[in-house]
């Protein structure tokens, strides 16, 4: 029987009444002839409750603990879920992160999965269960701790087991149709794409479409998993996105990104000599900092250069005081730290074959206005730094100078 | 190190300001010079609001599926409280039940507990960490799914535990300061014990005095462990619970237990002929109904008896429906279910050699204009079922007969 693998996230199974409703779309699934694994969030608020607990008792919390209590949320989701279903007469047992075999490293808060051994599932599934695992979670085999997979786990959580199942698809559900050319909260004239394929949407989720988890969607690379992304509160279908790239008649940007949960750091008058921005790197990576978009400029004159990079805001502070230990040890000048920053992509495959693409969004941010703080590009993308409140009008300016919405 | 074990229940970690209280409390008995293993219970309202949403799902889950719920209650104050010792400066670990070794038979929702396997316990406590564990809960190593206690769970982890580890003492931390006479709601004037004997502690904590569960002054007795049951509100010494019997000096009479949670079941013109009773409880058993007190009379005349027992409320209606098939099957007339019962027993290791307890307890009720509808004795305990509306009036009256309270 075919497998498929479903992800709702916290939205989906925020209340009683909507985890019934999820228990439905399941049992349609299972009706038509699947072998069905769910993989399910907590419900609603709950992790952001538990958060709020745990900082009256420790701001900073160890991540053994912090992990043990956040893994409860999903504990409790997938018990409901799997209740819904034998209620609608269908077999389901619900399995912990660990449970399920997601092997993980010992990174507490962000571990990485090593592996997935998932002989209780596959046992369960052959007996005419249907499977609900925990979401972002996993264990340790080293420590035999529990360990979650950071924020977004859910997503990477489903489709490493549609992976390991060798899954049919992997369907995200999600509270929105799909994946937009941009976020319709700003842009209320954005299109959804019906496909998109793998290379775009990681640069998509990387530059903070929030639909889908840049983890998940590497995963589904690098294992030819194909994801669904689709709303659980219609029957609509979504966006698919597929390993191959479309082909040259598909047009060449399919979306515009933007992020505002990150911050900027500069280190200035870093020495230009061979060695120093591994040294600032590693050090960042000792203290278990995530790096995003790094630019270094050849130094106009001297011999001294800056360095500048995001980070998620909420390590800004932890980069901050790395660096500046690091700054006088290597003779840097000083660090500054910029909060009130948001980053702003243009994504497309065909950009590749397409000139000028840069010319015209930089053209159109700057008739709007925007001032550009940092620009980085890749094959596919090009990414700038504005100001946080020239955000939201630097996505309209660059989504219409390219013509993605409705026509 | 001598080790001391301590379990908080649902109401002293209630919320986050009772966790940091608790968690002083574990540091100082740690500063002392103890090795200490500490049992919480889920936070105060959190089983009752899991429960809640379960029933709205289905009224009567999967065992697995709700044990797989409920258990998310003590892994969330287990976690608090450990952050809250490492806020103070104490190494603290948390482990699930399963994680602590508790294992138990699969019977979901009322599992027995069959060994316990402490070695992460033991390493850590080695390591110089406090360790909290999960109560209520284990896994069972047949089936490998986690399994719930039953009502009152923590207090038998808490005692097992410290039988497994040769712990010094078992600290039974609760709302009230001890073990009394009566129930103080009910009594005001009810005394506060010291001392009590474990085979009374047994027939007080049957007979629903509710500080303490049955299942774990039994698991006490076996395997000689001292309780100390005492508030978490202050520092008071509670109520010691000691194998030995009170010498010879000691008072005749412990105090009065009443239970208010059992139904009353009577199985009417059963066939009196060997065999029956033993015919009605195996079908019992088999439905998994557990049974408190029975009584059978020798038939008056004829070739018919009456069998009555009660049952915890929650399975009245299954013992009902198990009865009724049974009843025709057997020749029995009819089945009736009370559910508006109070039990009220009397208990005293001294009431072995002092004849005529029964008869004073008999005519204080009477005394009173209280109907008895059934009596159960043991060697150091008398219990009568009376109508619900009668129970505070029957115990108020047998606690002043035999002036058990404050003088």
Known sequence: MPIVVQKYGGTSVGDVGRIKRV??????????????????????????????????????????E?????????????????????????????????????????VHG???????????????????????????????????DVTTLGRGGSDTTAVALAAALHAEVCEIYTDVDGVFTADPRIVPHARKLDVVSTEEMLELAAQGAGVLQVRAVEFGRNFGVEIHVRSS??????????PQEPD?????????AHDTSEAKLTILGVPDKPGMAARVFTDLADANVNIDMIVQNTPAEG????ISFTVPRGEAALAQSTL??????????????????????LVGAGMRTHPGVAARMFAA??????????????????SVVVARSDAEAAVLAIHDAFELGES
């Open 248 to 256: 040259m008649e598909a047009a060449i940007i399919s979306g515009v």
């Open 365 to 382: 941010l700057s008739d709007a206005g925007i001032n550009i703080e940092m620009i980085s590009t890749s094959t596919i993308r090009i």
């Open 110 to 144: 962000k571990a990485r999965i090593l592996d997935i051994t998932p002989g209780r599932i596959i046992d369960s599934l052959a007996a005419g269960a249907v499977v609900i695992v925990a979401g972002f979670q996993g264990v340790s085999p080293d420590t035999k």
């Open 23 to 64: 228990a439905d779309r399941i049992a349609r699934t299972r009706q038509a002839g699947n072998d069905v694994v769910v993989v399910v969030s907590a419900m609603g608020d709950t992790t952001d409750d538990l958060v709020h607990m745990a900082e009256q008792i420790d701001p900073q919390p160890s991540g053994r």
């Open 66 to 106: 912090f992990d043990m209590l956040l893994t409860a949320g999903e504990r409790i989701s997938m018990a409901l879920v799997a209740m819904a279903l034998q209620q609608l007469g269908v077999d389901a047992k619900s399995f912990t992160g660990s449970q399920a075999g997601i092997l993980t490293d010992s």
């Open 233 to 242: 509160f219609s029957h609509a279908p979504g966006t698919r996105v597929i």
């Open 324 to 345: 500046e230990s690091l700054a006088s040890e290597i003779g840097a000048r000083s660090v500054t730290l910029d909060v009130d920053v948001a980053k702003v992509s």
């Open 303 to 306: 011999d001294v250069t800056d």
